[in-house]
């Protein structure tokens, strides 16, 4: 399969363009979303596509949508997206998109820690909490907390998304939706984690998003525990006090460390090597966690 930096769709009316997905009209309740093989990495575009990486964060979505639908309902209809575009279009969506009920998304990122790491490790050091959550004293970076918090965020249109406090978002959107965002966040995270831990994977942190029906029940949408909203980390190499290597964007984000960029656009060209091995340690993550491996 070709590498897909952006799709090119003409059929359907275009919605959006995001850091990863082209989203597109699928008449006036549904979308389909192309997941190309775009790489963000602080919140900036590279301008290499990853090959594989869009099948492999549909593939693992649609994996866990399956297995936690039981927690909560998710955006899936079941339609093939190759039925809603033109013949000489399919091969753009194939493998790599969904068609998904049209949702009303909520204005937050519903993030899960398990492990202290990334900005939640920079937080701790500097005030000894993760948005507002006091945590004990003496944590090492990696470690595993001892318990999951949920640690929202802002979703951010451009530029970084912020941290901000539970109480925070009870005034975004109110103190019932915004418990059963939380408790549900956590439940789909002990899920996940319990399952992974015995694929020998650790999942340190995800986010998630959700959206409301018109009937104002909440819905799973968006991605869900893929590499890209995922730190996943495998077990036999996990050692306390450092961040240990992992199957996500880390591997890019640790290289791009190395140049002298200030993390702002336009985004340096990453070398053959570290694409091959960032394409390779997503589909890594794949097989380990479910099994599956692409066509």
């Not at 194939?94 to 009303?104: F, M, P, S």
């Not at 290289?255 to 570290?274: C, G, I, M, Q, S």
Request: aromatic share 8%; net charge neutral; with cysteine.
């Amino acid at each position: 399969m070709a590498a897909l930096y952006e799709s090119t769709i003409r059929s359907l009316p275009r919605l959006g363009k995001g850091k990863v997905r082209d989203i597109y009209a699928v008449g006036g309740d549904k979308m389909l979303i192309v997941t190309t093989d775009r790489l963000s990495a602080f919140d900036v575009v590279l301008p290499d596509p990853i090959p594989d990486k869009g099948p492999v964060l549909t593939e693992m979505a649609n994996f866990w949508f399956q297995r936690l639908a039981h927690v909560v309902p998710n955006q899936l209809t079941g339609i093939d997206p190759e039925t809603v575009v033109k013949p000489e279009e399919r091969e753009q969506v194939r493998g790599r998109a969904i068609v998904v009920k049209k949702l009303k998304p909520l204005p937050i990122e519903a993030v899960v820690r398990g492990y202290i790491i990334g900005s939640g490790w920079k937080d701790y050091q500097k005030t000894g909490s993760i948005c507002g959550i006091e945590l004990p004293r003496g944590l090492q970076q990696a470690q595993q907390l001892p318990q999951p918090i949920f640690t929202p965020a802002t979703k951010a249109q451009s530029g970084h998304d912020e941290n901000i406090s539970f109480a925070e978002v009870e005034t975004l959107i109110g103190r019932e939706l915004a418990s059963k965002v939380r408790d549900v966040s956590i439940r789909l995270y002990q899920e996940a984690a319990a399952y992974a831990a015995k694929r020998g994977i650790i999942i340190a942190d995800t986010k998630f998003e959700f959206g409301l029906d018109d009937k104002g029940e909440l819905v799973l949408i968006d991605e869900v525990l893929t590499a890209d909203s995922s730190r996943f980390w495998p077990a036999d190499s996990y050692r306390l006090g450092v961040s240990p290597p992992s199957f996500d964007k880390q591997y890019v984000r640790d290289y791009l460390e190395t140049l002298d960029w200030n993390k702002t656009p336009p985004a340096p060209r990453l070398p053959a090597e570290v694409i091959r091995k960032t394409s390779e340690k997503y589909r890594e993550a794949l097989q380990r966690l479910t099994g599956r491996t692409l066509a």
